[in-house]
Every structure is written in structure tokens, then in C-alpha cells.
């Protein structure tokens, strides 16, 4: 019994050292929060026939995710230097690096690929990723939700949430790079700019998954 009461203490203590927040994670709200996955290009499904469009802005939103600093989401964040992003922020930074000139909030991306003809809209109805509304979706393409949160802006297309879809892992996972906090890859909570598994909102969420589109080619340079 003596023996039994030595031990439970320093037992107790591995345990809590245990439940400890680590480098790459935290504890809020009884919730755990882990530093974004960063993936390579090796491990989408594909990518090696890829269109070159493609190719430049999945491989542009991967290489811009960093590994040795945790960039957490950022309201208004639209560069490393802010220490952060929000969603359209990283896209905005993104589509600027591959050389595109994309407006700043997830509203206004959406209209500009609206206004170009280029968004394919989906009905809150859908749920599965095999649906065939979502048949035309590519590497590279924005993806649009609504209802992530209230915006009080004046904004008059209600969209509040964006990323880029990369395509599938090779077993078969759909994944998007974006700015977020609270979505998930492979079971782990992120928070921050990274990659997530895409997957559309079950019936009752309050977020809805408008559509995705192609972001118009940039202009050619004269040389």
C-alpha cells in the first residue's frame, strides 16, 4: 500500500505532463488546436499531369505553407509579415505569388469569378462529394462557403468563407489549402494556414457550400 501511494503521484504527474500543450498544438475551450499539415506535391493523386495552371497555384498554395512558423489564423491577415491569415487573405496572397490579381475578401473573389462566368454553383442540398454538380471541380479552383459567420461589412453576397482545392491524396482523400480555424485534416483540429481535408457540410450546419471556380488566367506579359 505504501508503495502503491509513492507511485500514484509521479504516476499523476507523466499523466498531466502528458495532457500538456505542445509546440505545435494548444488547449481552448476544452478543445485541442494543432499546427496546419503541410503535404508535398508527391502526394496529390495526379499531380503530375496536372494542367499548368494547376500545377502553379497547388504547388504556389503548398510551398507557401510554412513548417518552422505557426501562422494561426489572423482576422485581416493577408501576408507572413501580419503573422497570420484569414481565408481570403490567403488566397489573396497565394493568387498574388502565382501571379494573378485577385481582389481581397472571399465576397469580392467570388463576384470576380461570377462576373468572368466561371463559378459553379452548388445546391446546400448536396452533401457528398460525388454528386455530379461538383463533377467539373479542379486542382486550383476557389471554393466558396456561406454561414461561417455573420459579416457586418454591408457586403451583398454573403459569402464568408474561401480556399483552393488541391485534389485527392492518393488514397482518395479530397484536401484544400486555406486559412481557418476549427476544420480538420486527418482527424487533427488546425488552426491557422495549412491544409484540410475538403468536405461539404452536413445537413443542419449552419455553414453552406455555395460553389467553386477557376480563377481567370493572369495577363501574358509582353516581353
Known sequence: MRLTSMLAPA????SALHAQPTEDSYLEE??????????????????????????KLTRTALESIPTSKWLKYKYGGSSPAAGGFDCSGAMYYVLRKAGYKPPR??????????????????????TKLDDPSISK?????LLFWTGTYAPTDGRTVKITHVSMYLGKEKDGRHV????????????KRGDGFG???????????????????TPPAPPVRKK
Open 11 to 14: 504516476t499523476l504527474i507523466v
Open 30 to 55: 476544452g478543445k485541442t488546436y494543432h499546427q496546419p499539415a503541410k503535404i508535398s506535391p508527391s502526394q496529390l493523386d495526379g499531380f503530375s499531369i496536372y494542367t499548368d495552371s494547376q500545377s
Open 105 to 126: 475578401t472571399s465576397a469580392q473573389q467570388f463576384i470576380w469569378l461570377r462576373d468572368k462566368g466561371a463559378i459553379n454553383k452548388v445546391s446546400e442540398k448536396v
Open 137 to 141: 471541380l479542379k486542382p486550383g479552383d
Open 176 to 187: 484544400m489549402a486555406g486559412a481557418t480555424k476549427g476544420r480538420s485534416y486527418r482527424g
Open 195 to 213: 491544409v484540410y481535408d475538403f468536405k461539404l457540410p452536413g445537413k443542419g450546419s449552419r455553414s453552406k457550400f455555395v460553389g467553386y471556380g
